[in-house]
Structure formats: C-alpha cells, structure tokens
Nanobody, 126 residues
Framework: QVQLVESGGGLVQAGGSLRLSCAASGRTFSSYNMGWFRQAPGKEREFVSAISWNGRYTYYADSVKGRFTISRDNAKNTVYLQMNSLKPEDTAVYYC???????????????????WGQGTQVTVSS
C-alpha cells in the first residue's frame, strides 16, 4: 500500500506555467512506475504522462507533448509535472497514480493503476 498526495494546482491564465508535485509515502517509491492523469467535468479520466521507476523512460499524451515535462526525485519520494504553455482545455482535476512494473499492464490506462492521490484542481482561464 502506498499513499499519494498531490499539490501545486491553481488558477493560471492561458500561456502560463504550473508545476505539480506528488509526494509518496514509504521507501518503496523507487520501485513504482508513476503516472499523471486528468479528468475534466463530464469527461472520462485520461492519460497525461508517465515515468518509469528509474526515470529512464517517459511517456506523454499527444495533447501535452512538447508542453509538459514529467520527472521524479526518488530520494524525495516525489514525482513532478511541469506544465508550460497552458491552454483552457488543460483545465481538469489532475491525479497522481502509482503501479508496480508489469508486462500485463498498460501505463496509459487508469484501471491498471491501483494507487491514486486525491487530485488537485488546475484551472486555465482564457
């Protein structure tokens, strides 16, 4: 069992930047693949970005590629999402998620992540 807590959300104008943080409990953080997902009102939860346990591999949704950057600091048990050039369509609740590496799982699918944070609201005004 792992506990995740997101922070860093807020209100920002289009074109602005925001940095989200996700703090995980326990020393086992370094064993997990980490992901960021978001959910806008009336829409399904969608994949945003993911990073492997050692930070060697990163993945991005097409909608955020080139604007968002995922990173992790295993010494601090924290994963980050740097969001630049924000657009109104980025408005959503952003969730941090964790899963152990598995060949049967898919890093883009929310059901394959057993551990989730409570979410942090990101609002981008036009």
């Amino acid at each position: 069992q792992v506990q995740l807590v997101e922070s860093g959300g807020g209100l920002v104008q289009a074109g602005g930047s925001l940095r989200l943080s996700c703090a995980a409990s326990g020393r086992t953080f370094s064993s997990y693949n980490m992901g960021w997902f978001r959910q806008a009102p009336g829409k399904e939860r969608e994949f945003v970005s993911a990073i492997s346990w050692n930070g060697r591999y990163t993945y991005y949704a097409d909608s955020v590629k080139g604007r968002f950057t995922i990173s992790r600091d295993n010494a601090k048990n924290t994963v980050y999402l740097q969001m630049n050039s924000l657009k109104p369509e980025d408005t959503a609740v952003y969730y941090c998620a964790a899963r152990l590496p598995s060949s049967s799982g898919n890093y883009r699918y929310p059901p394959d992540y057993p551990y989730w944070g409570q979410g942090t609201q990101v609002t981008v005004s036009s």
